[in-house]
């Protein structure tokens, strides 16, 4: 887990705010938004006039707090919840009981901001079922709670944003008719990792980058997310959502954006955003009968991971013993522009593979003559490789003489790792919820980014409705079929990572 944060992180302070946690008994309250908190309050990037307050329904403020100090115990032990330490993280904690669809619960809610007085300043954070946004949206607005007289009023919602066009659109449309646009912060904790932000700084504070980052040099790119892990307690989920909606829709296209885009004219949120969507308008759109050349899906069954036995999807709690639904997904992309013309991007993902490892692969074009043309010295294609985790950092692949009176060629490995083993990176959760309170919007996503990435993917997602079986690959390898022929033109074909 992530060391608390010093002062080297905190060089803008937020002004004092009301967090209000909808959901405050769940799972991602317990795991992500408590232990952020309290590093964020350690260092600075919460005022310390701020309140916590929990949305709750069927608890005492009693058990409330209990139950925050045993999960802080569990997820985020390394920040010492101690008496004296709890005491004073707990002055902070506020409890207002009911339920979501009753507008009386935000008639109290509203009542308590007046009532502890200070900063009318508020962070509505939806840590609840997608279905309960709109919902909650409704009842802030009836009780005059997204009006922004006296403060900023922030709404954040988690992903999935819908599950496909048509709820995406109808999802943005109810929010928007009871909170303003700019008042909406769409989570995705992915973009929170100081890993995936670099990228712009490798891209646009490096002049050796630009010359070239384009379809003259650069191959092919590959964009991946590997997992070990299954899909542990979000069978419920993950049986609607699959590998498709739950990493490449939202997730990698996203990292996509990052590599492909324009420089912005600033760095401001909409000027970021505005060149991640002519990225995603570039997009060549599939046609149907095409879907199958350019995407791969597949299952995992049983297998071994570290020397352990792990079961098939379909033999996990709450799945279906004949589902078809994805546990990995692999999209070739192509984007129509004068940049990228003609350079595939493989996005791909999976869960119970043989790493965890996520990274983007550019692969460069090989010499257009060998002049080392012998058996043993056939040069490998020169890579440059962002690893976002593990151990962040940047690896470049070229080709060097090996020792001695010869001139074969040998791969050279040089590693940039991003941060020392012992320095201290700031979460993801603490980096988002930093920026809803300064009201920087440039990690999260506008409603037409939303809208764009769906449309992009909607064929893919209508071709997958009349799947009846699907492929299924052994947990703990790499043996996806169709992978290679999706990476059929790339120099090296398909990137394993190591």
């Known amino acids: 887990m992530t060391a608390p944060l010093d002062q080297r992180f905190c060089n803008e302070s937020a002004d004092p705010a009301n967090i209000v946690i909808f959901g405050a008994t769940g799972d991602l309250t317990k795991r992500k938004l408590m232990p952020a908190l309290v590093r964020m309050l350690d260092c600075g990037l919460v005022h310390p006039e701020s309140r916590i307050i929990g949305v709750v329904r069927d608890m005492s403020t009693d058990e409330w707090l209990q139950l925050v100090r045993d999960g802080l115990a569990e997820f985020a032990p390394e920040v010492g919840m101690d008496a004296e330490r709890w005491q004073a993280f707990s002055a902070a904690l506020k409890m207002v009981h009911g339920d979501l669809d009753d507008d009386a619960t935000y008639g109290r809610l509203a009542e308590s901001l007046e009532q502890l ?3 009318r300043n508020a962070m509505f954070y939806c840590a609840i079922p997608p279905r309960w946004y709109r919902v909650a949206a409704r009842g802030l607005n009836r009780a005059g709670l997204t009006a922004e007289d006296e403060g900023y009023r922030r709404l954040v919602i988690e992903k999935p944003f819908g599950m496909d066009l048509a709820s995406a659109r109808e999802l943005n449309r109810e929010l928007q008719s009871f909170i303003n646009e700019s008042q909406i912060y769409r989570i995705d904790h992915y973009l929170g990792k100081e890993s995936v932000q670099n990228l712009l700084v490798y891209r646009f504070a490096n002049s050796i980058m630009e010359p070239l980052w384009n379809r003259n040099y650069i191959d092919s790119i590959q964009i991946s997310v590997s ?10 989920y993950y049986e609607n959502a699959g590998a498709l909606r739950d990493m490449i829709q939202s997730h990698l296209m996203q990292v996509m954006t990052l590599v492909a885009m324009e420089p912005p004219v600033e760095f401001t949120a909409d000027a970021v955003r505005d060149e991640k969507m002519k990225v995603l308008r570039a997009v060549r759109r599939f046609e149907p009968q095409l879907v199958a050349e350019d995407t791969v899906a597949a299952q995992y069954a ?20 004949d589902s078809s639904t994805e546990t990995f997904a692999a999209v070739r992309f192509q ?27 550019i ?29 962040a950092g940047v690896v470049l692949r070229m080709n060097a003489k090996q020792p001695g009176l010869t001139t074969d060629i040998q791969r050279l490995v040089m590693r940039a790792p991003y941060a020392d083993d012992d320095a201290e990176v700031a979460d993801a959760y603490e980096i988002l919820m930093h920026d809803v309170l300064t009201g920087d919007g440039t990690l999260f996503s506008r409603s037409d980014e939303v809208e764009e990435s769906w449309e992009i993917v909607e064929p893919i ?12 690959y ?7 079929r169709g992978m290679e ?14």
Request: charged content about 25%.
């Open 302 to 321: 049983s297998g071994s991971i570290d020397d352990a036995a792990v079961p098939a999807y379909v033999s996990e709690d709450g799945v279906a013993p």
């Open 227 to 236: 997992e070990t892990l299954g899909i542990e307690y979000r069978a419920k």
């Open 117 to 119: 007085g200070g900063s």
């Open 474 to 480: 052994r947990a703990g390898t790499w043996d996806i």
């Open 335 to 361: 984007i129509d522009n004068w940049r990228w013309q003609g350079v595939p991007f493989i996005l791909w993902s999976g869960k119970r593979l043989k790493k965890k490892v996520s990274e983007v692969m």
């Open 363 to 391: 692969r460069f074009r090989k010499p257009p003559f060998n002049l080392f043309d012998t058996q043993a010295s056939v040069p490998a294609a020169n890579a440059l490789v962002f690893r976002l985790q593990p151990e």
């Open 485 to 498: 022929t999706l990476t059929r033109d790339c120099v090296g074909g398909w990137h394993r990572p190591s």
């Open 461 to 472: 997602l209508q071709a997958a409705k009349e799947r009846v079986s699907i492929d299924r």
